[in-house]
C-alpha cells in the first residue's frame, strides 16, 4: 500500500511537472518516463492519477510531437482505467481525451478503431455505450467501403437493441449497409443479409430491411420462396430500382417460377446494368436449352456464362446453364465440373441429375452415371438418368435394377422404354424383332429428358433396321439439344451409306477429338466391318476392350484378325469369367483356327486334340448366344467335333442366318474343305467365295487359304463334274487376284488346277475348261483343244484375250500375240517390240520364235523362211529338231527358195553344208543332198550326191540316178554359158555314166 501511494506521487509530481514545463520535447519526455515506470504495474496505480497522465499526455500542445507508439500505449492505459470502472459497475470518461486528440490530428480512421475497441469494455449499464455508438455512427465511411467491419456492424445491433429511442445516426448507417448495391460485389451482398437477419432476429425495425431479408433468404438461406415474400413486401412499400428487380427476378428462378422471372427480367435493355443484362441472358438461356422445339441458335456460348457475376444470386442455376451449354459444345470436362456438385443439392432437381448423368457418361465416370441414378430414384425422369445408367455399364451387376427403371417409364414412352432396355441388353435391332418394330414416337411430347432419351432410342432403331429415316430425325430440332459429341456420332451414322467418307470423318472427329467412348466403339465397329482390325483396336484402347461385352469381342475379333490370338484368348477367357458364356462362340472359333494351322503344320494328332477343345467350347455356347448365332455354333462344334474324329461329318449348306456371322461361316467352311477335301459341301465352299467378293479391302490371307483348300479339292476330286464347279470357284478367286503381286499364288494354283482338269479329260463327257483364259498356260491348252476341232478363228481369240489379261503389256501379252498369229498366219506389229525373254527356257524360246516365224507364213513368206533357217542354223537346232519334224520341214523350206543362184544368198545354204560336213548326223544323205541343190550351193550337192547314191548300194534307185544327171546336166549348162566347154562337157559325160552305170564317175577324173 505504501509503494503504491509513493508511486502515485511521483506520477502526479512527474504529471504536475510537465504541465508547468514550457518545453513541449521536455514535457513531453517527462511523461513519457513516468508513464514507462507505471506501465508494468497498472493494476498497483491510481486511476485518478493515469487518467491525468493520459490528459496531460494529449494536450494540444503536444499534439504534434505524439507518434503511433504513444497513443497505442495511451489507449492501453485509458482501457484499463475503464475496464477497472466497468468492474465496479461505475462510469468512465478516460477514453474521451484520446479520442478528442484523434479527431484533432484528423485520424478518423484510427478514431473509429478506438472507439469499437472502447464499446465492449464499458459496462453495459454505462450511458456512455449509446454514446460511443453513436460517435461511431457519426464517423463511419459506410456503406463506401466493399466490406464493413463485423465489430461496427454488430455495435450498431447492439446500440439499437439497448436503446428503444429512434437513433438517427446509427439507423442511417444500418440503412444504408441495407441498402444493397449489386454492383458493390458478392461479400457486400452477402453482409448486407445477415445484418438484416440479424436486425429481424432482434426485432429492430429498419428502412430497407425488408428488401435486405428477401436478398438474405435468397442467397444465405436459399429460401427463395420467403425471400420473394419479403421482396414483394419491399416492392410494395415502393422499392423498385434496377438491382431490386435483378433480386425478385433471380428469387422467382431460383424458386422454380421460370414465367414470372421471364416477365420481370427476362428483357433487360443494352443500357440496363450488368446484373440485369447477365440475369436476362441467363434466362433467355435456359429458355432455349428447354425448348426442343426451337430452331434459332444459343443466345450465348458457355464461356461467356462461365464469367457471369450473378452466380451468388442466382444460385445454381448460373452453373446448371452452362453446364449445359458446355455438353452441346463437347467439352465435357468443363461440364462435369459444374453440373456433376449439383447432384449433391438439397433439394435436387431431376432434369440436373440427367443432365449431370450424361457429363459423367461422356467423361467416363461409371460411378458418377450410378451416384446420378441413385439420387434419381423415385422421381419422374428416373427411367432418362436409368437409359444413361445403361450406356455407361449395361453389365454392370445392377443392370437388372435399372433396366426395370428403364421398363417402368410414364405411359407415353412406356414402348419406347421396353425397345431401350432391350437393346441395351444386346437386343438385335437390325431385324423386325423385338417390340413394336414400327412404334409411333411424338417428338413434342414429355420433359426435355424424356424426349432426349426417346429420340435416342427411335434413332438406334433406325440405324439397327438401316433405313434412311436418321438422316431425317438429325434435322429434327430436338436433334440440336443433345451433347455435342453425341451428335457427330449420330450424324456419322446417317452418313454412312450416302457420304462414308464424310461419315467417318464425323465419328473420327467425336471418337479422337472429343474422347467419346461410345463414338470410339461405334467407329471400331465400322472399321471392323471394312476388315480394319489395327485401327478398330486403336480407337478401343488399352482399357475398353474389357469395359463391355460389345467392346470386348470386338477387340478379341481385331486382336484375332492381327493374329494375336493368345490376347484374343485372355480377353474372351476373361468375359466368361464376368458370366458372359457366348464368349466361348469366339474362343471356340479362335480353337478351329489353331486347329486348322496345327493341322496345316503337319501335326493332325494335334489338330485333333485342339479340335476337340472348339467343339467343348462351341457346344457350351449354343445355348448362351441369340437363336440365329446358336445354329451357326451349332454346326461349327459339329464341323469341330467331326474334324476332331470324336462326332460325325458336318457338311451344312449355307442359310440366311449366316450372312450375320461371316467369320463363323468362313471358320467352318475352311474346317471342313480341309478335314474332308473331296466331300466338302459345294454350297458352302460357293458361300466363301461370295464373302469374299463383298469385301473388295481385304488382305491376302484369306484368299491364299480359300485358294488353297479349293485346290487340293480339285486335285483329290474323282467327279468330273465337281472338279469343274472347283475350278470355277477357284476361277472367280484368281480373276479378282489378277494384277495384285502379293495373289500371284491363287492365279497359279487356279492354272494348275485348269491345266490338271485338261489333263484328266479324254473324252467328250468332260467338263468344258472356263470360256475366259486365266492364263498364258490355260490359254495354251484351251487353244490347242479347239484347234483339235477345226476352229482356228475361236484358238487365237482365246489367246489375244489371255494377253490382254496382262496388265503390264509384258511378256505374256508378246507370247499370246505370237501364238494366235501362228494360228492365224498374222504377223506381230512392227510396232510390239519382242520383250526379254529370259524367264522361259530354251527350248520355250525356240517354240515361241518357231511360232513368230509361223506366223509370216502367210503375208511375208520370205521372212518366215529366214527366221526358221536363222533358227535352223543356230546353235540350238538340235533343240529345234526335238520341236519339229526336219526331215519334212528342211526340204520344203530349201524347195521355197529354189532359183537361187549364188549359195552365199541363202542362210540354208551353209546351213546345209554345215550339217554335210558334221560327223554323224542324222539326216537322211539324199535329204541333204537335195537341199544342197534346192539352195544353190551345187558344188556341195554333187558331193552329196555322190555319197547318196553310194550309201544306197550298188544298185541305186533309178529316181536317185535321174535326179543326180538332173544336177550334172543344170551345172554342164552353166558351164557352157560362162565360156567352159570343156568343163561342160566333162560334166555330161558324167550324167551319161550315171543314167548308164548307176554309179558316178569317181571325183577328179578328167575324161
Known amino acids: 500500500m505504501l509503494d503504491r501511494v509513493r508511486g502515485t506521487r511521483r506520477l502526479r509530481r512527474a504529471v504536475h511537472n510537465a504541465a508547468g514545463d514550457h518545453d513541449p520535447a521536455g514535457a513531453l519526455a517527462a511523461l513519457r518516463q513516468a508513464r514507462a515506470e507505471v506501465s508494468g504495474a497498472l493494476a498497483d496505480a491510481d486511476e485518478a492519477a493515469l487518467t491525468e497522465l493520459v490528459e496531460a499526455t494529449v494536450r494540444p500542445a503536444l499534439l504534434p510531437l505524439l507518434i503511433e507508439a504513444d497513443f497505442h500505449e495511451l489507449e492501453a492505459v485509458g482501457l484499463h482505467v475503464v475496464r477497472a470502472a466497468a468492474e465496479r459497475h461505475e462510469p468512465s470518461g478516460a477514453w474521451r481525451p484520446l479520442l478528442a486528440a484523434r479527431d484533432a490530428r484528423g485520424e478518423y480512421d484510427a478514431a ?390 464424310q461419315g467417318r470423318e464425323l465419328l473420327d472427329q467425336a471418337a479422337r477429338v472429343y474422347g467419346y467412348g461410345r463414338a470410339a466403339l461405334v467407329l471400331a465397329a465400322w472399321d471392323a466391318g471394312e476388315n480394319r482390325p489395327g485401327t478398330a483396336l486403336e480407337l478401343l484402347g488399352d482399357d475398353v476392350p474389357r469395359a463391355g461385352v460389345k467392346a470386348a469381342s470386338l477387340a478379341a475379333w481385331a486382336m484375332a484378325r492381327e493374329g494375336r490370338d493368345a490376347e484374343a484368348s485372355e480377353i474372351l477367357h476373361e468375359l466368361k469369367e464376368r458370366g458372359q458364356h457366348q464368349a466361348g462362340f469366339m474362343l471356340g472359333q479362335l480353337r478351329m483356327r489353331a486347329a486348322l494351322e496345327r493341322h496345316a503344320a503337319g501335326d493332325p494328332a494335334g489338330a485333333r486334340q485342339i479340335a476337340a477343345e472348339a467343339a467343348s467350347e462351341l457346344a457350351e455356347a449354343v445355348a448362351t448366344v441369340p437363336a440365329g448365332t446358336g445354329e451357326i455354333a451349332r454346326l461349327l462344334g459339329g464341323a469341330a467335333a467331326a474334324f476332331a474324329g470324336t462326332g460325325g461329318p458336318e457338311a451344312p449348306a449355307p442359310q440366311p442366318s449366316m450372312q450375320a456371322h461371316p467369320w463363323a461361316v468362313w471358320i467352318l467352311g475352311i474346317a471342313a474343305a480341309t478335314r474332308d477335301p473331296a466331300g466338302a459341301d459345294l454350297g458352302l465352299l460357293e458361300y466363301l467365295v461370295i464373302l469374299l467378293d463383298r469385301d473388295d479391302r481385304l488382305g491376302p490371307e484369306p484368299y491364299i487359304d480359300l485358294a488353297r483348300a479349293l485346290a487340293l479339292a480339285c486335285h483329290r476330286g474323282r467327279d468330273r463334274a465337281r472338279t469343274g464347279t472347283l475350278v470355277e470357284l477357284l476361277g472367280r478367286l484368281a480373276a479378282r487376284a489378277r494384277g495384285r503381286a502379293d495373289l500371284a499364288e491363287v492365279v497359279a494354283l487356279h492354272d494348275r488346277a485348269v491345266l490338271g482338269q485338261a489333263q484328266r479329260e479324254s473324252d467328250e463327257s468332260a467338263p468344258p475348261l472356263p470360256a475366259a483364259p486365266g492364263s498364258v498356260a490355260v490359254a495354251i491348252v484351251q487353244a490347242a483343244r479347239v484347234l483339235d476341232g477345226g476352229d482356228p478363228a475361236e ?147 554333187d558331193r552329196l550326191w555322190r555319197r547318196a547314191l553310194a550309201a544306197a548300194g550298188p544298185d541305186p534307185a533309178a529316181s536317185l540316178r535321174e535326179e543326180f544327171a538332173r544336177l550334172l546336166c543344170h551345172r554342164a549348162q552353166r558351164a557352157r554359158q560362162e565360156g567352159s566347154p570343156l568343163d561342160a562337157a566333162r560334166l555330161l559325160r558324167q550324167a551319161g555314166h550315171v543314167l548308164s552305170t548307176g554309179s558316178p564317175i569317181p571325183e577328179g577324173t578328167t575324161t
Not at 815 to 836: K, N, R, S, W, Y
Open 112 to 501: 473509429r478503431g478506438l472507439l469499437m475497441r472502447v464499446y465492449p469494455v464499458l459496462d453495459p449499464a454505462d450511458p456512455a455505450k449509446q454514446e460511443v455508438a453513436t460517435a461511431l455512427a457519426r464517423r463511419s465511411v459506410l456503406p463506401g467501403e466493399t466490406e464493413a467491419p463485423e465489430t461496427e456492424l454488430s455495435i450498431y445491433v447492439d446500440a439499437l437493441t439497448r436503446e428503444p429511442a429512434f437513433m438517427r445516426e446509427i439507423i442511417d448507417v444500418v440503412a444504408s449497409v441495407l441498402r444493397v448495391d449489386l454492383e458493390s460485389g458478392e461479400r457486400r451482398m452477402r453482409q448486407a443479409a445477415e445484418l438484416a437477419l440479424d436486425l429481424s432476429n432482434r426485432k429492430i425495425p429498419a428502412p430497407g430491411l425488408d428488401a435486405a431479408l428477401g436478398l438474405a433468404h435468397l442467397i444465405v438461406m436459399d429460401r427463395p420462396d420467403t425471400a420473394i415474400t419479403y421482396l414483394i413486401r419491399a416492392r410494395d412499400a415502393g422499392r423498385d430500382d434496377e438491382a431490386f428487380r435483378a433480386m425478385l427476378t433471380a428469387a422467382y428462378l431460383r424458386a422454380g417460377d421460370r414465367v414470372a422471372a421471364e416477365a420481370l427480367g427476362g428483357h433487360a435493355a443494352p443500357t440496363s446494368s450488368r446484373w440485369a443484362r447477365e440475369i436476362a441472358f441467363l434466362l433467355r438461356t435456359l429458355t432455349w436449352l428447354d425448348d426442343p422445339a426451337s430452331e434459332e441458335p444459343p443466345p450465348i456460348e458457355a464461356a461467356a456464362l462461365r464469367d457471369f457475376v450473378i452466380g451468388e444470386l442466382t444460385g445454381p442455376w448460373l452453373g446448371y446453364a452452362a453446364g449445359r451449354m458446355f455438353l452441346l459444345e463437347g467439352d465435357q470436362r468443363s461440364a462435369a465440373s459444374l453440373l456433376l456438385p449439383l447432384v449433391d443439392a438439397d433439394p435436387v432437381r431431376p432434369d440436373w441429375i440427367y443432365h449431370a448423368a450424361w457429363a459423367a457418361l461422356l467423361t467416363g465416370d461409371r460411378a458418377g452415371v450410378a451416384r446420378c441414378f441413385d439420387r434419381v430414384r423415385g422421381q419422374p425422369m428416373e427411367w432418362a438418368v436409368a437409359c444413361l445408367c445403361l450406356d455407361a455399364d449395361p453389365e454392370s451387376d445392377r443392370a437388372d435394377e435399372i433396366a426395370d427403371a428403364v421398363r417402368a417409364a410414364p405411359p407415353p414412352f412406356t414402348a419406347l422404354a421396353e425397345i431401350r432396355a432391350w437393346m441395351a441388353r444386346g437386343g438385335n435391332v437390325r431385324a423386325d424383332t423385338g417390340p413394336d418394330p414400327e412404334l409411333e414416337w411424338d417428338p413434342t411430347e414429355g420433359m426435355l429428358p424424356e424426349l432426349l432419351e426417346a429420340f435416342r432410342t427411335v434413332m438406334a432403331r433406325h440405324v439397327g433396321r438401316k433405313d434412311d429415316r436418321l438422316a431425317q430425325l438429325v434435322d429434327l430440332p430436338p436433334f440440336v439439344r443433345l451433347p455435342g459429341q453425341e451428335r457427330l456420332m449420330w450424324m456419322g451414322l446417317s452418313l454412312r451409306a450416302t457420304e462414308p467418307d
Open 795 to 941: 484358238a487365237a481369240r482365246l489367246l489375244r484375250e489371255a494377253g490382254d489379261g496382262d496388265d503390264t503389256g509384258g511378256t505374256d501379252a508378246w507370247i499370246c500375240a505370237v501364238l494366235a498369229g501362228a494360228v492365224q498366219g498374222t504377223p506381230v506389229a512392227d510396232a510390239a517390240p519382242e520383250p526379254p525373254l529370259d524367264d522361259l527356257s530354251a527350248r520355250a524360246r525356240l517354240a515361241v520364235h518357231l511360232a513368230e516365224a509361223a506366223s509370216l507364213s502367210v503375208d511375208e513368206p520370205e521372212r518366215c523362211l529366214e527366221q526358221v533357217a536363222a533358227l535352223l542354223s543356230s546353235p540350238g537346232a538340235e533343240a529345234v529338231s526335238r520341236l519339229v519334224d526336219i526331215d519334212r520341214v528342211l526340204p520344203m523350206l530349201c524347195a521355197a527358195k529354189g532359183g537361187t543362184r549364188r549359195a552365199s544368198s541363202s542362210p540354208l545354204a551353209e546351213f546345209v553344208e554345215g550339217l554335210a560336213e558334221t560327223p554323224g548326223v542324222r539326216f537322211d544323205p539324199v535329204v541333204l543332198a537335195r537341199c544342197a541343190t534346192a539352195t544353190g550351193a551345187l558344188d556341195t550337192a
